[in-house]
């Protein structure tokens, strides 16, 4: 088993990272771009990447999400 402290595997999205999009998901549905915005520039590169693979796997991007959720909130 890794150690506590071992940094995630390839393809790992951290609960950090999660928090961060989450935030940025609430901030940018509300209006709130420069919320947004500081929330997204805090995602680590690693999980970035992760978060880009999944949405590619789904057929979108991070743009889409964005707007997507803005839609459904409106």
């Known amino acids: 088993m890794p150690e506590p402290t ?3 595997g390839p ?3 951290t609960l950090m990272a ?3 999009l989450r935030d ?3 901030a940018h549905a509300r209006g ?3 919320t947004a915005v500081s929330a997204l520039m805090s995602i680590d590169p690693e999980s970035w990447q992760a978060i ?3 949405l ?7 743009a889409d999400l964005l707007r997507d959720v803005r ?4």
Do not use: C, F, K
């Not at 590619?56 to 991070?62: E, F, N, P, V, Y």
């Not at 839609?71 to 409106?74: A, C, D, L, Q, V």
């Open 6 to 8: 071992s940094p995630p």
């Open 11 to 13: 393809g790992v999205i």
């Open 18 to 20: 999660a928090g961060h």
């Open 24 to 26: 940025a998901l609430n």
């Open 32 to 34: 709130d771009l420069p």
């Open 52 to 54: 880009e693979h999944r």
């Open 56 to 62: 590619a796997l789904l057929g979108g991007t991070a």
């Open 71 to 74: 839609e459904i909130r409106s």
